[in-house]
């Protein structure tokens, strides 16, 4: 399963939901930087660091900075979805698509 670093606006309901899934999921908050405005390229390089994909709902600067620099372990982005549970298993599936 996927490592992964949740930036600060990804849902938590999501994330929880990912777990039980089997990925290992850190958040931006567990990892002690929340609100504190960290730019985008610091979160990249946090995730990098640990070995993580950023997980995240901002896919236009994420995607700019892949096209600035493909040196990363992965950006997952998504849109925003209500239904938690259903955005966790689109994760999960594309995911799977790439491990296997």
């Known amino acids: 399963m996927a490592r992964l670093y949740a ?3 990804f849902p938590f ?3 929880e939901e990912l777990r039980s899934l089997g990925h290992d999921v850190l958040t931006i908050q567990e990892d002690g930087k929340a609100n504190r405005g960290i730019p985008d390229e610091d979160v990249l390089s946090a995730a990098r660091t ?3 994909a950023v997980l995240t709902m ?3 600067d994420f995607v ?3 096209m600035e620099s493909s ?3 992965g950006i997952v ?4 979805d209500l239904e938690f549970e259903r955005q966790a298993r689109r994760v999960h599936e594309t995911i799977e698509q790439y491990e296997t």
Do not use: G, K, M, Q
């Open 58 to 60: 901002n896919h236009r």
């Open 13 to 15: 309901p999501v994330v």
């Open 7 to 9: 930036d600060e606006d």
């Open 64 to 66: 700019r900075l892949h």
């Open 71 to 73: 040196v990363h372990s």
């Open 77 to 80: 982005t998504c849109t925003y």
């Open 50 to 52: 640990y070995i993580r």
